[in-house]
Each structure stands twice: as structure tokens, then as C-alpha cells.
């Protein structure tokens, strides 16, 4: 079969490999719909989870059931499925613990694209299908759909451990689209005022449909501040990171008042090695004792999570295909739209290449 794979540090290329094996429990999925994430792009040329030679990229997708092993029971070839970019083992202590994404060790469930193959392949495996798959919804378009596995999933995480209450007030730090998906997700558990810091116009909008309150231009003065003077000096309730390199923890402990959550879901894999930090602001930080906690998680994945977020998609609480901006026809069009979301120009929000329909 073909896939687009990372060749080495720096380097994509198409490649052929085997179709992929599976156990009873497992599936084989064709891609459906696909979807170039920021972290393919850390992977690849920033070296983020170390070298990886001929391994297939991407982890999200919509698919279309293949084959099945003996012992899978909800699923059969030929049904439509959600693929969650998360796949944990869910049998495991870690699971059993409450942290399914981190089976096996620190992000353990991210499989695709890390420990084996990803989505970008003619063919790609899934293990424990009736854990890992969900079906998707009839009428749901695709372009809404792959945002799921991802975007969404983490987006709402992010709100999720930030431990939003009624009217409280949020800062969204980084508005490509899993702050997007913040942003929706932090104004359905019920904020108040919602700040989006970011500049690109298409962003903006989005972020104002999904119910950012006020827009944060960071290139008109120091992010934390502008957050301040316009909370009366007080700062946020909360603040969810979901951009930006080291120094964003900075700016997110010094626009949070004492007894704030800041809950991270910003991938800090730039230019980080075993031994570099991230800072903390001491004073902001109440000296480590101004009861401003950080939280942090992985993607949640799982068939039920994909299920309650389909949920909400199907009942109009939000539109995730708005940050759908570049929308791809065919396999052979994956390429393109990878290296445009290392490209990263002004308009993208989101490539998506829908495989069939």
C-alpha cells in the first residue's frame, strides 16, 4: 500500500509498505477523510518525538471499516467510522487510573504517526476496535467530522481541566483550531467573558462565532497586561494555553487571578530536548503559593468520547467545518496540504483532504 510518510528528521516523501496486520480484537480502516495536524508538523521538521525513519504520518481521520478481526462486535466492513487520534490500550493500569492517554507511559495512547503507522496510508490499523472506533453520525458532513478525533476532543479537554464555571471568565491563548475548539468548548460549560489572544482575521472570526467576547491583538502590547487593564487589574478565571513556545506559560500565570486554573493543551515540542525547561513567572506565580494551578492532559480518546462530542456537533451546540478553510479532493492531495499547514498562511485554519465520498 502507498503512504505519506516522514523519511527523517526534515523529510516527507510517499512510500510502500505492507497492508497492516490485525489481531482479533483489531480493524482495518480505509481513510475517509483526513486531516495534517501541527503536531505532523513538530514531528517532521522540528524533531519533537525524536527520529522516526519511513514512519506513515497522521492522526486523524474519518474512515470506512476494511476488515475486521473475529472477536469485534459492533463494527463490520463497509460501516463509516470516527477514528479518535488517541487509541489507548484500555485494559491497563494507566486506564484503570482514569488516564487512558497515557497508557503504556507519559502519552502512551498516541499510537498513530509516534509508535506505529499512522492515518496516511492506503490502509491503517486499529487496535481494540470497539474501544477505538465510533460510528459516524448519518448526515454528518466530513469536513465537521475530522475535526473530531483531534481538534475538538483536545480543544474541549482544554476547558474541560480549566474547571469553568458559570460566568467565569477565560483567556484562550492561541486561536488556530484546537483554541478554537477551546473557545467553543470553555462557552458551552458556561463562561462568561471569553478573551481569544491571536491576530489571523480568519481566527478572529471563528472565535467570535464560537463566543470569544473580546479579540487580544499580542502584537499591540503585552498579552497579560491587555487581559488585566481590561478585568479591572484582576485577571481571568481561568486560562487555557493552546499556542505559543516556552514563554506562553509566562504570559497565562501572569494574566490569571490567585485561585485561577491554567490548563494547558499547547504541544511544547520546538526546539526541546531532554534537559530544557519552561519558565514560571515567581512573583506572578505567587511565589508558588497564589493557588493559580496548572493543568495538563492528552487528546482524550475512546469511542464514547467520540460519541458525546458527535453529540454536540449533531445538535447544533457548535460547527466544527468552519475551521475547515482548505478543503483538498483526493488521496494524492494529502502532500499539499501538509506542507500548507507548515506553511501556515494568514487565511488556513485548517486543511482538510476528503479521500472519498
Not at 497492508?19 to 513538530?42: N, Q
Not at 487512558?100 to 490499523?125: A, Y
Not at 454536540?312 to 478553510?325: K, N
Request: aromatic share 6%; charged share 25%.
Amino acid at each position: 500500500m502507498k503512504g505519506l510518510a516522514m523519511l527523517e528528521i526534515g523529510e516527507i516523501g510517499w512510500i510502500e509498505k505492507e497492508r497492516p496486520t490485525y489481531g482479533p480484537r483489531d480493524a482495518i480502516v480505509k481513510p475517509l477523510a483526513l486531516a495534517p495536524c501541527t503536531s505532523d508538523v513538530h514531528t517532521v521538521w522540528e524533531g519533537a518525538i525524536g527520529e522516526r525513519h519511513d514512519l506513515i504520518l497522521g492522526h486523524e481521520a474519518l474512515g470506512v471499516v476494511d476488515e475486521v478481526g473475529s472477536e469485534v462486535r459492533d463494527f463490520k466492513p463497509g460501516d463509516r467510522v470516527i477514528v479518535p487520534a488517541i487509541t489507548p490500550d484500555w485494559e491497563t493500569e494507566a486506564a484503570q487510573r482514569g488516564y487512558p492517554s497515557q497508557t503504556g507511559g507519559p502519552l502512551g495512547g498516541w499510537k498513530f504517526s509516534n509508535f506505529k503507522d499512522g492515518v496516511f496510508g492506503e490502509f491503517f490499523h486499529v487496535n481494540l476496535a470497539d474501544y477505538n472506533l465510533a460510528h459516524l453520525p448519518e448526515g454528518m458532513s466530513l469536513e465537521a467530522g475530522v475535526m473530531l478525533p483531534d481538534m475538538l476532543s483536545t480543544g474541549f479537554m482544554g476547558a474541560e481541566n480549566a474547571k469553568i464555571e458559570f460566568g467565569a471568565s477565560v483567556a484562550v491563548l492561541g486561536i488556530g483550531p484546537v483554541g478554537l475548539s477551546a473557545i467553543a468548548g470553555a462557552k458551552l460549560r458556561g463562561a462568561g467573558r471569553i478573551f481569544a489572544v491571536g491576530t489571523r482575521p480568519a481566527a478572529v472570526n471563528v472565535a467570535k462565532e464560537y463566543g470569544a467576547t473580546d479579540i487580544i491583538n499580542y502584537k499591540e502590547g503585552d498579552t497579560a497586561e491587555q487581559i488585566r487593564n481590561k478585568t479591572g487589574g484582576a485577571g481571568v478565571d481561568a486560562v487555557i494555553i493552546a499556542g505559543g513556545g516556552p514563554d506562553i506559560l509566562m504570559d497565562a500565570i501572569r494574566a490569571a487571578r490567585p485561585g485561577s486554573v491554567i490548563s494547558n493543551i499547547n504541544y511544547f515540542g520546538q526546539g526541546m530536548g531532554d534537559e530544557d525547561t519552561i519558565p514560571l513567572p515567581r512573583v506572578a506565580w505567587g511565589f508558588g503559593m497564589a493557588d493559580k494551578n496548572i493543568m495538563t492532559g492528552l487528546c482524550p480518546g475512546g469511542r464514547v468520547r467520540m460519541e458525546r462530542l458527535a453529540e454536540v456537533v449533531m445538535h447544533g451546540r457548535m460547527d466544527p467545518s468552519l475551521m475547515a478553510t482548505h478543503v483538498f479532493k483526493g488521496f494524492d492531495k494529502l502532500e499539499e496540504a501538509l506542507l500548507l499547514m507548515k506553511e501556515k498562511p494568514r487565511d488556513l485554519i485548517k486543511p482538510v483532504v476528503i479521500v472519498e465520498q
